[in-house]
């Protein structure tokens, strides 16, 4: 059984930084492109970035893109999302995210490529 346990959420200001873990289990970890999604109450939830199985391909949102970093240790079968420069606007619930399929390259933005996802770690940036 797959687990994925997001960690490393919290308060900080806007300007600042935080960097989140995804810790998973129950799958050979190498052989999986990994994904942060954001989601806010009452929106859909979006795509933040990925990180591929061989970690050479790390696609980032738009609005992320110079600010946060993807980065997987497979030794510790845990990706990360270091997110510095912080915006109130990305105040949302983080979930880390499992692809369906192996050694594949998915359709990264797109939540149905996806089959395991964690609980969740909040994030609130402050003005």
């Known amino acids: 059984q797959v687990q994925l346990i997001e960690s490393g959420g919290g308060l900080v200001q806007a300007g600042g930084s935080l960097r989140l873990s995804c810790a998973a289990s129950g799958r050979t970890f190498t052989m999986y492109s990994m994904g942060w999604f954001r989601q806010v109450p009452g929106q859909e939830r979006e795509f933040v970035s990925a990180?591929?199985?061989?970690?050479?391909?790390?696609p980032y949102a738009d609005f992320v893109k110079g600010r946060f970093t993807i980065s997987r240790d497979n030794a510790k079968n845990t990706v990360f999302l270091q997110m510095n420069n912080l915006f109130p606007e990305d105040t949302a619930v983080y979930y880390c995210?499992?692809?369906?399929?192996?050694?594949?390259?998915?359709?990264?933005?797109?939540?149905?490529?996806?089959?395991?996802w964690g609980q969740g770690t909040q994030v609130t940036v402050s003005s």
């Open positions: 990180i591929s199985w061989s970690g050479n391909r790390a």
């Open positions: 995210a499992l692809v369906s399929a192996p050694y594949t390259t998915p359709t990264y933005y797109n939540t149905e490529q996806y089959r395991y």
